[in-house]
């Protein structure tokens, strides 16, 4: 349905919009539900993208119900992760403050004064940056300019026209190429073409009303078709003053609106009573989903999980469900004008809390699932499957938090997702629903245990140990309370984790050392694995040669488990151990093979991690210029993380010896530029950058193998 509307007749817009663009750093395309005002948007950042050379993101924010993740949401929009313990905002003004930027915030109209609020500090942070916003009102912010959307121009009525002018109209053009799709023996001609002028003028020239109404003609005439209609659509009530401008514009926009309604009405009753049940209760859904969610969620109650199929075809050939290709699956959306309608018939029909809770229940079975399969080849694929499915975690997570009695619910939900929090760069905000379900569900649990740790360890790689500690003591008490060893023991493993961080080599080791017991004697490979990872990590900063004996099992049980993700910090671990013993080419070798697995997941805080171990490697093996470049590379990833290494105590040592070594071996000026061309590299080039070895430098004479000495 988008792709055939997108250019429709919206010439004067696109150039408008352009020129509004070239003067003004925020502008708002407003107008009423239906009438275009994203698929222009998204047209408008097309065509203006060479005048951006630092980037052009969407943040699109019809499925976001929480306005306290909205700077998460755009943050992620832009390529950031929520790893850092400062506020989101801070993180993405520092990120667009020296960029010449487009930010596309689609859908505003539920979240007006956050995204005012949002729009106008980027905007006093970012100087260079412009915001292109879509709402059906205006943000009001001080220098914003706003371009109405209107309705596609139709024929005047009780004008006769040839077929050959009324194609000139584009409220036309659109419902012509519309109906050749539903039904391609159609063509506009002497016969249909005043009914076909009459139909886009009663439907105020709305695309998806024409939209909606053309798919009539799989079944009907263009007459039939104006003849239904006709029964839905009533003049809008009131008239204008004359000499009223802004009065005529209320009333034709509650005209338009009232139109639009009454073609989804009339979309509704062409539907088949499955088809309306289906249209209905898929709206839970937040953003899109799969056939496997919908035939879990939607079935049942007069609805056979064998029909979903045909009865989703069947929303698929009305234009009320998008067919989408996500990789290999297909994925389904209603448009947010048509799913806030099937929410109404929902609570029409007394279900919306009972399909709420269908659907809570099928992602919470989701994560216990991906939980379940970490440790196994299938863990990129649940990466990956758990960042398309935000939209609809963040509204069952919201269900949980809203309905009462449901928030053990959500504390199960929000610590099963420890593994896409960590690696998907979203700690921020699996901390928010953590702490909102932890304070909703205080009674002892298994559950809550958990959580406490997940939240402690979300904190500590956020270098936040003052939230962390009190944590971990509630969740030790919590253990022994309950009696429960499993949580016991995560309690003790994520204290040592915190005394890495703080750089107490010998405290973290006796503590994980502890864990990892437990763990072997409960058999939790998942345990064992991050107990090995960050024995390797203390061991070798403390120069404990056990690093190797830890670091090779760790790297064994994840090739055994065939995960590659944990493999690369497997990998990376031991890097780390055998550059500070000097074998800096076989240590360069480990963490490259590293950085490839977490460049390939987009892994930021992963590839951080590597980019700084090479920049290690480098410095201490003759390539200072490779070095310095490969540092501000990773500084830059860091800022944009929120975090950088000198909140670990465990890397800060490190990375500022190197930063010395390197400044004395290129002097200050060559350091500085190298640097700076380091830091100007985009994500994607700085992971190439840092898996290229150039040749071996040694510009003072200095041995390049005393890594780490």
């Not at 004008?159 to 539903?182: G, I, K, W």
Request: glycine share 10%; with cysteine.
């Amino acid at each position: 349905m988008n792709h055939l509307s997108r250019l429709v007749g919206r010439a004067n817009e696109l150039s408008g919009a352009r020129r509004l663009l070239g003067r003004t750093r925020l502008l708002t395309l407003t107008g009423v539900a239906g009438v275009g005002k994203s698929r222009l948007a998204l047209s408008v950042a097309e065509l203006v993208r060479g005048d951006f050379p630092d980037g052009v993101w969407t943040a699109e924010l019809a499925p976001l119900e929480d306005p306290s993740l909205l700077p998460q949401t755009v943050a992620s929009a832009v390529g950031l992760r929520g790893q850092a313990a400062r506020p989101a905002v801070e993180v993405l003004g520092d990120h667009l403050s020296g960029k010449r930027a487009l930010l596309v915030l689609d859908n505003c109209e539920h979240l007006v004064e956050p995204c005012a609020l949002l729009a106008d500090r980027l905007l006093r942070r970012a100087p260079r940056l412009c915001v292109l916003a879509t709402s059906r009102e205006p943000l009001r912010v001080e220098g914003e300019a706003v371009l109405w959307v209107p309705s596609l121009p139709v024929p005047e009525p009780h004008r006769r026209y040839s077929p050959e002018a009324l194609a000139r109209y584009p409220a036309v053009q659109l419902f012509v190429a519309r109906a050749a799709r539903v039904s391609p023996a159609f063509t506009l001609d002497a016969h249909n073409g005043d009914a076909v002028a009459l139909l886009c003028g009663r439907l105020d020239g709305l695309p998806l009303a024409i939209e909606l109404a053309a798919v009539g003609l799989r079944t009907l005439s263009p007459e039939q078709v104006l003849d239904q209609l006709d029964q839905w659509l009533e003049p809008a009530a009131g008239e204008s003053a004359a000499g009223e401008p802004a009065a005529e514009e209320a009333a034709a926009a509650r005209s338009r609106h009232e139109t639009l309604g009454a073609a989804v009405d009339w979309s509704f009753d062409l539907c088949s009573p499955g088809e309306r049940t289906l249209w209905a209760r898929v709206s839970v859904f937040a953003g899109d989903f799969g056939l496997r969610a919908a035939e879990r969620v939607c079935s049942g109650d007069g609805v056979d999980r064998l029909d979903v199929l045909d009865l989703v075809t069947g929303l698929v050939d009305k234009s009320i469900l998008v067919r989408e290709e996500r990789g290999d699956e297909v994925r389904y959306r209603l448009l947010e004008t048509i799913r806030k309608y099937g929410r109404a018939r929902l609570a029409g029909y007394g279900q919306a809390a009972e399909l709420r809770r269908r659907h809570r229940d099928w992602y919470r079975d989701l994560v216990r699932e991906a939980e379940g399969e970490w440790l196994t080849p299938r863990q990129e694929e649940w990466l990956t499957r758990l960042r398309g499915e935000l939209a609809n975690l963040r509204a069952a997570l919201e269900f949980c938090c809203a309905e009462p009695g449901e928030a053990r619910a959500g504390l199960e939900t929000a610590a099963g997702l420890w593994p896409h929090w960590i690696c998907g760069g979203s700690l921020g905000e699996g901390r928010h629903w953590l702490g909102q379900a932890l304070w909703l569900a205080p009674e002892d649990s298994v559950a809550r245990g958990k959580a406490l740790w997940v939240d402690a360890w979300l904190a500590a790689l956020q270098g936040d140990t003052a939230s962390a500690l009190p944590r971990l003591d509630e969740c030790r008490e919590l253990a022994l309370r309950l009696g429960h060893e499993p949580t016991l023991i995560r309690a003790i493993q994520h204290r040592g984790a915190l005394a890495l961080y703080e750089g107490d080599f010998p405290r973290a080791i006796r503590l994980i050392e502890k864990a990892l017991q437990g763990h072997r004697a409960a058999r939790d490979r998942n345990g064992m694995m991050t107990a090995l990872y960050q024995l390797t990590m203390a061991c070798a900063l403390s120069g404990d040669d056990r690093a190797s004996v830890y670091g090779e099992e760790c790297l064994a049980l994840c090739e055994a488990a065939g995960a590659q993700w944990t493999r690369s910090y497997a990998l990376w671990a031991l890097g780390l151990h055998t550059w500070r013993r000097g074998d800096r080419r076989r240590a360069t070798a480990l963490v490259r093979g590293a950085l490839r697995t977490r460049w390939a997941v987009r892994d930021g805080w992963g590839m951080a991690l590597c980019i700084e171990a090479l920049a290690w490697t480098a410095a201490f093996g003759g390539q200072p210029g490779h070095g310095a470049r490969l540092l501000g590379s990773a500084d830059a990833m860091w800022s944009s993380l929120g975090a950088s290494p000198s909140g670990f105590r465990h890397l800060a040592a490190v990375h500022d010896e190197v930063a010395a070594r390197l400044r004395a071996d290129l002097g200050t000026g060559a350091y500085a530029a190298a640097y700076r061309a380091g830091a100007r590299l985009t994500t994607d080039e700085a992971a190439a950058t840092a898996l290229y070895d150039p040749p071996r430098l040694h510009p003072h004479g200095r041995r390049a193998a005393s890594a780490g000495a």
